[in-house]
């Protein structure tokens, strides 16, 4: 009952006239108050955010935030010199986090005690990672720590990235928290690339995730009802919701964040276009694989101790990525995949199978391994999954007709026709930003004037028209579950 509560909270707060209510008092506080004030108040506006949507998170984020700041300290050279300290210090920290994530990550196998189901507080998978790579990059002496606790609140807690990331490295997002009294209110080019990403994600999230949520809630629920064109059709549908959900609300985020002059790292980069699973894990939840990159995988030895160790890291790493997803075998399954999946790619790249991971084979390949993947991720657990894709290959092609199951689907011959339209520009304007090398919202601002702002006011109407609305149907975003 305490989790709908949460999501139903998440959702009005979010979409509804609350939540673009709290926006817009924030950004006009933000430039009403002497330019001194304003991290200050972006502090307060992160934490009252957090609070509203569980009290409970925001007392963690303030342990965890506390806990790290002063941890910064002995951790930094500058103020420590005594290396058993610091690395104390460090290893404890670290060992700390990780105990915590794991223990609110997995408490439901703990079945009687104090830790016995514990519920994992909102956004902690996030802050918790930046963290520990905040603590990291102190240790190795890549930046000092920072001693301004307003500016490092506000990093651990910057409310619209808060649940769902993108994960921010300090050396990033810290000079810019520093220097928010130089933000101006009439920067043309950052309002019109603030109005971009948040447009672009409203038509992610309102016209294509929540709309393809209905039909694939309805076949990965019944799918023992539907036959196998449909069960194919719902696992496709999952792989675009949740890239549309995930960068949807990436790209909202970095929209609200430049209103504030904040810039942050962006996250997808068309991954669907990757020619094989490496390219894939280059452009999807790059925060996320980087983390796991230069956290996990270069001090376990990356690939400079021989092939078979590296073979061994890279299952190490997607065995955490899959367990940092959620709770379940079934995580730990589409993680194992993954690893599998970048292990037959590094093994094939120099024999006569390496068209397989090039050019446009490479992309359909890399495409349906990835959507089937998508299936441990989205089945209720790791048994229904395996019974979802037995059922693909030993169900009827189609179990009366295609309009019998589509209705059953939940779906309308209009929202056929309106989810394919929308998926149309989705894949075309991917294609295009592919092959320019850059992402959709900024390919709109390079377009000129005229065309982006057409472009920009016919993605307003057709949100405002066409988009899902509404208690009962806007659905929380996929990823503030992990």
């Known amino acids: 009952m305490k989790q709908i509560l949460f999501i139903q909270t998440i959702e009005n707060m979010t979409f509804q006239l609350s939540g673009i209510l709290y926006i817009g008092i924030s950004v006009l506080l933000f430039y009403l108050l002497a330019p001194a004030y304003r991290k200050f108040l972006l502090c307060l506006a992160s934490l009252v955010f957090c609070g509203f949507l569980d009290k409970y998170a925001l007392f963690v984020l303030a342990a965890v935030t506390t806990m790290t700041y002063l ?146 809630d309805y076949i990965f629920g019944k799918h023992n009802e539907f036959g ?53 894990w280059r452009s999807w939840h790059i925060t996320l694989s980087s983390f796991l990159r230069d956290y996990v995988y270069i001090p376990l030895g990356g690939n400079k101790k021989g092939n078979i160790r590296k073979y061994v890291n890279i299952m190490i790493v997607f065995i955490i990525c899959g367990l940092w997803h959620g709770r379940g075998m079934k995580f730990l399954a589409w993680g194992i995949l993954h690893g599998l999946y970048s292990i037959f790619t590094g093994l094939i790249a120099k024999t006569r199978l390496s068209f397989l991971i090039k050019g446009v084979i490479g992309r359909i390949v890399t495409f349906c391994l990835v959507s089937f993947a998508w299936i441990f991720f989205r089945a209720e657990s790791l048994k229904l999954a395996v019974d979802y894709i037995i059922s693909i290959f030993t169900a009827k092609l189609i179990n009366r007709n295609m309009d019998f199951e589509m209705e059953k689907a939940g779906t309308t011959p209009l929202e056929l026709i309106i989810l394919g339209l929308a ?22 601002i390079r377009t000129g004037e005229i065309r982006r702002d057409l472009c920009l006011v016919l993605l307003s109407v057709v949100v405002l028209i066409f988009g899902i609305y509404g208690n009962l149907e806007v659905k929380n975003f996929i990823y503030m579950e992990f």
């Not at 985020?253 to 490496?278: C, D, K, Q």
Request: charge should be positive; proline fraction near 4%.
């Open 71 to 216: 941890s910064g300290f002995a951790v930094d050279k500058a103020y420590l010199s005594r290396d058993w300290i610091r690395k104390t210090v460090f290893s404890a920290s670290v060992v700390i986090f990780i105990g915590l994530f794991f223990l609110w990550k997995y408490s439901y196998f703990i079945e009687k005690g104090p830790f016995a189901g514990l519920i994992l507080p909102l956004g902690f998978s996030f802050y918790c990672f930046q963290a520990i790579s905040y603590l990291t990059d102190i240790y190795k002496g890549k930046y000092g720590h920072e001693r301004d606790p307003a500016v490092f609140l506000l990093y651990m807690s910057w409310f619209p990235k808060f649940t769902s990331g993108p994960i921010e490295r300090a050396d990033q997002f810290l000079p810019q928290a520093a220097k928010l009294d130089g933000v101006r209110l009439l920067n043309g080019s950052r309002i019109i690339r603030a109005l971009s990403y948040i447009i672009w994600g409203l038509f992610l999230k309102l016209m294509l995730a929540d709309r393809m949520s209905v039909p694939v």
């Open 228 to 280: 196998s064109i449909m069960l194919i059709i719902g696992s496709l549908l999952y792989t675009f919701q949740i890239y549309c959900d995930f960068a949807g609300y990436t790209d909202i985020a970095i929209g609200v964040s430049e209103l504030f002059g904040i810039e942050l790292t962006e996250n997808f980069r068309t991954p669907y276009f990757a020619e094989n699973i490496t390219q894939f």
């Open 423 to 444: 998926l149309a520009v989705l894949f075309i304007s991917d294609r295009i930003a592919y092959r320019k090398k850059t992402l959709v919202p900024d390919m709109m």
